[in-house]
């Protein structure tokens, strides 16, 4: 929906079924119309879509996108974002450490974000432009030499040229958002920082750099980190970088006690990746692969030294905190503090919590769609605190 300032918001179809174009489809024609019925107010409404590359192939074909234009039209809504994050099954079956293949040093992930973009520059509305959230260049443990590094740099110059070309043709603001993640290639504020100064490096002087590529702020990301979005978001801006697309998310967050841990095992499900990082006494952050390894360590006495573990578990922004689990709410918080004070920080936020089919029982709606009424109704009434506000 359109928000005072010139920001939109949407939440992101990936928390439904989309393997291919006609099931996505599906999706938003089951579950997304019903959230904006709910929603809208009979406002225009926003869609945040998720395109894996075979949905993108089939939705790029000249008819299909002609007829989805027409859909869009029909039920007052527009696409101003798409998470071309995941490439492939998103549902149903192990995600894991897949989620990241095919990285930046591939052709694949390059041909796909600029379909991606192809398609957005036809769909997108001019007063909205459009963004697309990418892969944090790639896993860490995939990197094992620099040439994969300057491959992804020379990989990303290339959709950056496409990108603005199509920007100049279509007249459409477009911009592709790196997604720093726990144990990515780009994890961390400095690591975002360090790696775009060297694609400035790459070609100094090149302006396009800075209006067709920059970060998508997942807010609960940097949290996991022990990041301050404040200082995060200052220190981005600081060095240049845009701010392509902001991800209301939350993460969880526990003091790792034998209650907590034990409950924490309903988490540690097959599908997702689920990394850990902890903060010790002394300030010392140590990462866990995945939340079954920081269960298997605990487990062997080996974690009595953490004081606070924050897991890579997207929660309902509006869940709120129990005996044994908090959230990172507080950070998400503080990104719309950052928001309210300057609006013209970010035009395109993004809800996304895509677990909601592995939640425990206690944590979800019976359907999604109250789920997503529910973290509408929470997103607007934090924007409002600081001025932001649904308009026509």
Not at 383 to 392: M, N, Q, S, T, Y
């Amino acid at each position: 929906m359109r928000l005072s300032h010139g920001i939109h918001l949407a939440y992101c179809t990936n928390i439904h079924r989309g393997g291919d174009w006609p099931e996505t489809f599906r999706s938003l024609s089951e579950h997304t119309l019903r959230v904006r019925d709910r929603v809208a107010g009979g406002r225009p409404y926003a869609i945040g879509l998720r395109l894996g590359d075979a949905a993108s192939r089939q939705l790029a074909q000249a008819d299909e996108l002609a007829r989805f234009r027409a859909w869009l039209e029909e039920n007052d809504s527009y696409v101003f974002t798409i998470n071309g994050f995941p490439y492939g099954d998103f549902h149903g079956k192990r995600v894991k450490e897949q989620v990241y293949q095919p990285d930046w040093s591939t052709p694949e992930r390059v041909e796909y974000t600029k379909r991606l973009f192809d398609i957005l520059a036809e769909i997108a509305l001019p007063e909205a432009g459009g963004s697309v959230s990418t892969v944090p260049c790639s896993f860490k443990e995939y990197i094992t030499a620099g040439e994969q590094v300057e491959t992804m740099r020379r990989n990303l110059w290339e959709v950056v040229e496409h990108i603005d070309a199509l920007s100049e043709r279509s007249g459409k603001d477009l911009h592709l958002g790196l997604e720093p993640e726990p144990l990515c290639y780009l994890e961390t504020t400095d690591e975002m920082i360090r790696f775009y100064g060297q694609l400035c490096g790459d070609r100094p002087g090149d302006e396009r750099l800075g209006k067709r590529l920059g970060i998508n702020y997942d807010t609960c990301h940097l949290a996991i980190e022990f990041e301050e979005a404040d200082d995060a978001l200052a220190s981005l801006v600081a060095a240049g970088i845009r701010i392509s697309k902001l991800h209301f998310s939350s993460a969880l967050k526990v003091q790792p006690s034998s209650e907590s841990l034990d409950s924490l095992a309903q988490f540690a499900e097959d599908i997702y990746f689920h990394q850990v990082v902890a903060k010790g006494a002394d300030g010392v952050l140590n990462r866990y692969r995945d939340l079954p390894d920081a269960l298997a360590v605990a487990a062997r006495g080996e974690a009595a030294g953490d004081n606070e573990w924050r897991i890579h578990f997207h929660v309902p922004l509006h869940c709120p905190p129990t005996a044994l689990f908090d959230t990172t709410a507080d950070q998400l918080q503080a990104a719309i503090g950052v928001l309210g004070a300057n609006p013209a920080l970010c035009s395109h936020v993004e809800m996304e919590t895509y677990t909601w089919e592995m939640l425990p029982g206690q944590m979800k709606q019976r359907d999604v769609v109250d789920q997503l009424a529910h973290e509408y109704d929470w997103t607007l009434a934090e924007l409002a605190r600081h001025g932001i506000v649904a308009v026509d």
